[in-house]
């Protein structure tokens, strides 16, 4: 420092800043003879208890070049900022933020606008949420040496609402029931049994496919499709939609199907009428007032005895029993009326016996060609070619007739349920028709004439008549 200098401090003025993350220096008083040394600067410094952060390479560049730095408020040391933790968050395994309903895009680039909303299906047990927890951030350092302190992050809480549980740590949020996952007010996590639509089902709503219960309080409306793994209740129609449940199906305002409709419960099936349509019940079948020109399918019995009561058109198969007011019709109608075996196992022996024929008229042509082969063999015009045909051709008949032996025991087994059918029976309250038709297990009866209250059964290997009481 120049000769008769006054103290350094008279020439250098050491600052920090209020957060103590900064220490200045700054060259006053001084003149172009001004000198200073590192080890001033470090004694100046160490004063003002700066001993974090030091910038020592530019001590050195203002003792080389004191001229440079005069007037200049230069940054000399720097503090380690504190880092605040970070809040905690919950993260679910559906966006519901993310509300807007939009169409389903298919691969083809075409739109779905069927597929309109999407219902945040979840079993018992699963897993709807997880919590993660803030963390506890990291302290600053002062250029004076202290610490500085941070604040920890904000921990997350799930806001439980019903039908929902967290584990004993409170990081996983599970659903107590099979439902529909909901975001209700206060942002509470709710799981409910029922997705309800106040109002047609529409393309405001869209196909539905649920894991509970699904309420339509208005119509469903051709092309729709509703599946339900509980109930499905209708209080209006339903058109030419789709509508499947694992247990039952209720109809109020019945079913114009167009011929289009599909409606299939696990259990029961309700409806004030049914037109046009294919309804399968896995146990009953309840009609108040008709069923026109349908297929029914019931497990049980399908009961259509109502103040109306009718069954005109169609097929009506059930494993024990039909009672219907009117079958029929004076236009003699074909209607055709199947008991006395589960409705799977008569439609399954149908098939059977087309396959069956369809094996015969193969399994002829396959004789035809091998008669052919071995006619030229006896003739020893058989080359190589045609002995491999032969030999595929005799692999191709034990295989085909395996496979009628297979099918014909399987017809079997279905004929002899279908002569199990003693208890079933078809019951006319009031009058069946001539056209329609009486299947009981094995055994047919057509109606020709009118008759007024009547029970029909199986006895003595026949279906027999009897009133009805």
């Not at 005069?70 to 919950?90: D, L, R």
């Not at 439980?160 to 740590?169: C, E, F, H, S, Y």
């Amino acid at each position: 420092m120049q000769e008769r200098s006054m103290p350094a401090d008279y020439y250098i003025t050491i600052s920090i800043s209020d957060d103590k993350l900064s220490a200045f220096l700054l060259v006053n008083n001084a003149d172009d003879s001004f000198k200073v040394t590192v080890g001033q600067l470090e004694d100046l410094i160490n004063a003002n208890h700066i001993v974090h952060g030091l910038n020592r390479s530019l001590l050195e560049q203002i003792s080389s070049n004191p001229k440079s730095f005069f007037h200049q408020k230069v940054t000399i040391a720097s503090g380690t900022q504190p880092q605040e933790g970070q809040n905690g968050y919950i993260k679910y395994i559906y966006d519901f933020d993310n509300e807007e309903k939009k169409p389903l895009e298919l691969e083809d680039g075409r739109v779905n606008y069927k597929e309109v909303i999407s219902i945040h299906n979840v079993k018992k047990g699963q897993l709807i949420g997880q919590r993660f927890p803030a963390t506890e951030g990291t302290p600053g350092k002062a250029v004076t040496g202290e610490s500085i302190f941070t604040k920890a992050g904000k921990e997350a809480r799930f806001k439980l609402g019903k039908n929902v549980i967290t584990d004993a740590d409170q990081m996983g949020l599970y659903a107590v029931i099979d439902g529909m996952v909901v975001k209700t007010d206060r942002d509470k996590i709710n799981v409910f049994p029922i997705y309800e639509v106040n109002g047609n089902l529409d393309y405001n709503i869209g196909n539905i496919d649920f894991i509970g219960t699904v309420v339509i309080r208005g119509n469903v409306l051709p092309g729709f499709k509703i599946r339900a793994a509980g109930d499905i209740r209708v209080t209006g129609g339903v058109e030419a939609a789709e509508l499947e449940a694992d247990g039952s199906i209720e109809i109020n305002a019945g079913i114009v199907g167009q011929n289009k409709a599909h409606v299939k419960a696990g259990r029961n099936v309700k409806s004030s009428f049914i037109q046009d349509a294919i309804v399968e019940a896995g146990e009953e079948l309840n009609v108040s007032q008709s069923i026109m020109h349908s297929t029914i399918r019931a497990g049980k019995a399908v009961n259509c005895n109502g103040s109306k009561g009718l069954i005109v058109g169609g097929t009506i198969q059930a494993g024990e029993r039909v009672t219907a007011r009117t079958i029929g019709n004076s236009m003699s109608t074909a209607t055709v009326i199947e008991v006395g075996v589960l409705p799977e196992l008569r439609n399954e022996m149908i098939q059977l016996r087309n396959q069956l024929k369809t094996h015969m008229e193969n399994l002829d042509k396959t004789d035809k060609a091998l008669a052919l082969l071995d006619q030229l063999a006896a003739s020893g015009q058989l080359g190589p070619d045609k002995v491999a045909m032969r030999i595929k051709l005799n692999h191709t008949k034990k295989q085909a007739l395996e496979e009628q032996s297979t099918i014909k025991d399987r017809i079997l087994e279905i004929e002899k349920s279908l002569e199990d059918s003693e208890k079933s029976k078809v019951e006319v309250i009031s009058t069946i028709y001539g056209g329609a038709k009486i299947v009981i297990g094995r055994y047919t009866k057509f109606i020709k004439d009118p008759t007024n209250r009547m029970t029909f059964r199986l006895s003595e290997g026949d279906i027999s008549m009897s009133a009805y009481v």
